[in-house]
């Protein structure tokens, strides 16, 4: 999983090396929350709904030479109830990239504010937790984690409490390249929206 905030960071700090990074005393951010989108016809007959947490967790006020390692954390779930461009119904799940531990702590440690201050971009892995349906990519309808999704999540009152303006943005892509955006060419599936119920945060 890569922010695209963090991998633009992590690649600029990457030219001077990575003691500095891991040394870097810069603010994390973190992300929660679930809810539903509404049915949208004709494309999708039924609500979607979905649950979320992504962290970005290491000591922010450590002054030690070597302090601990930064740990990207991610658990995402996710399920379409009705018809829908791909056919049937189907749940995934997502999980953080694998990633080396050094790199995983630069990214982490190199974190800014997210763009606007309430909006979340992250990558993942995700796996199939049901049938898959006619649609949905051979390669990908499988149990072990490997093509890649992005989220985007915007928390548009802040407020902590249950909004229905809150919006969230959903893409399921064939490739399984690590990189910090998807390919347009290999995402098979997209869904977005403001939500019908639920609340998101962005801290």
């Not at 390692?69 to 694998?98: A, C, K, M, W």
Request: aromatic share 8%; proline share 7%; hydrophobic share 35%.
């Amino acid at each position: 999983m890569i922010t695209r905030v963090s991998a633009r960071s992590w690649r600029r700090r990457a030219a001077v090396g990575l003691i500095g990074v891991l040394a870097a005393t810069l603010s994390a951010c973190d992300g929660r929350g679930g809810g539903q989108l509404a049915p949208s016809a004709p494309l999708f007959a039924a609500p979607a709904s979905f649950g979320f947490s992504f962290s970005c967790e290491r000591s922010s006020s450590s002054v030690q030479t070597n302090p601990p390692t930064g740990r990207l954390r991610i658990q995402l779930s996710y399920t379409e109830h009705g018809t829908n461009p791909l056919g049937s119904g189907f749940s995934v799940h997502g999980t953080v990239d694998t990633l080396d531990a050094v790199l995983e702590s630069a990214i982490c440690i190199g974190q800014e504010p997210p763009p606007g201050g309430n909006e979340l971009i992250f990558l993942g892995r995700y796996r199939t937790t049901s049938s898959a349906p006619t649609g949905f990519a051979p390669s990908c309808a499988t149990s072990s984690p490997l093509c890649r999704f992005e989220v985007i999540v915007r928390d548009d009152d802040a407020d902590g409490g249950p909004s229905a303006g809150d919006f969230f943005s959903i893409k399921l892509s064939s490739g399984t390249a690590l990189t910090s955006e998807l390919d347009p060419a290999l995402v098979f599936y997209a869904r977005a929206g403001v939500l019908s119920s639920g609340n998101l945060t962005v801290d």
